[in-house]
């Protein structure tokens, strides 16, 4: 059963909370540019069973067609400045802990910024099921959208998701949620991205609390 709320929804899993940002158009025309002229780099092409290393951290594979500069994400964060950050993340945390249908009912003391990054689709680029570790809340800026969202949250019960006939307990897609809209979840809710049939742009990013 769906509990939904003004721009908060709540079943199996914990919740999915949603808001706009206000100056998105200004942002759009700020970092849109910026992220274009990179996705010609390359290095940050992904296709699937590409192995990635990070110095210090464990080898990753991503099984998805996707342009990011989630492997590089220490030159490619210059174009997330303080103004974007407050806009995309520091504000959207505020509104969902002040909300007061929030469900977190421990408001965190602390919070910081683990990592951000952009990935670009092109027409016919996905990601596959997978989840956040390591981080408590993570979110999706959709920064370029051009048809319904493709988004797609799953239950934490994979198991149960792969044998429940009741799909739509198990499952909750993002197609009313618009361009210019920040999504906040719990870290590791499994979540994905379909197919892509337009040019699409997000900004992710990783949030830790104490």
Request: a neutral charge; hydrophobic letters at 30%; glycine letters at 2%.
């Given at each position: 059963?769906k509990?939904?709320?003004?721009?908060?929804?709540?079943?199996?899993?914990?919740?999915?909370?949603?808001?706009?940002?206000?100056?998105?158009?200004?942002?759009?025309?700020?970092?849109?540019?910026?992220?274009?002229?990179?996705?010609?780099?390359?290095?940050?092409?992904?296709?699937?069973?590409?192995?990635?290393?990070i110095?210090?951290?464990?080898?990753?594979?991503?099984?998805?067609?996707?342009?990011?500069?989630?492997?590089?994400?220490?030159?490619?964060?210059?174009?997330?400045?303080?103004?974007?950050?407050?806009?995309?993340?520091?504000?959207?945390?505020?509104?969902?802990?002040?909300?007061?249908?929030?469900?977190?009912?421990?408001?965190?003391?602390?919070?910081?910024?683990?990592?951000i990054?952009?990935?670009?689709?092109?027409?016919?680029?996905?990601?596959?099921?997978?989840?956040?570790?390591?981080?408590?809340?993570?979110?999706?800026y959709?920064?370029?959208?051009?048809?319904?969202n493709?988004?797609?949250?799953?239950?934490?019960?994979?198991?149960?998701?792969?044998?429940?006939?009741?799909?739509?307990?198990?499952?909750?897609?993002?197609?009313?949620?618009?361009?210019?809209?920040?999504?906040?979840?719990?870290?590791?809710?499994?979540?994905?991205?379909?197919?892509?049939?337009?040019?699409?742009?997000?900004?992710?990013?990783?949030?830790?609390?104490?």
């Amino acid at each position: 059963m769906k509990n939904n709320f003004e721009n908060i929804v709540v079943w199996p899993s914990p919740f999915i909370f949603w808001t706009k940002i206000e100056n998105h158009n200004e942002l759009k025309d700020k970092l849109l540019p910026q992220i274009k002229e990179r996705i010609l780099n390359d290095q940050l092409h992904n296709s699937p069973g590409n192995v990635h290393r990070i110095p210090g951290e464990m080898p990753s594979v991503w099984q998805c067609e996707v342009i990011t500069s989630y492997f590089n994400r220490k030159e490619e964060e210059k174009i997330f400045d303080e103004e974007i950050i407050k806009s995309i993340i520091v504000d959207p945390l505020k509104k969902f802990f002040n909300n007061p249908n929030c469900p977190v009912k421990n408001k965190p003391k602390k919070t910081k910024l683990k990592e951000i990054w952009f990935n670009y689709y092109k027409p016919g680029y996905w990601q596959e099921v997978h989840s956040h570790t390591g981080t408590t809340y993570s979110g999706i800026y959709i920064l370029e959208l051009n048809e319904p969202n493709t988004t797609k949250f799953l239950n934490y019960s994979m198991q149960k998701y792969n044998y429940s006939s009741n799909k739509l307990e198990m499952e909750y897609d993002t197609k009313l949620i618009e361009e210019g809209n920040v999504i906040i979840f719990p870290s590791e809710l499994p979540h994905s991205v379909e197919i892509s049939t337009q040019n699409r742009c997000t900004v992710s990013f990783n949030i830790l609390c104490e």
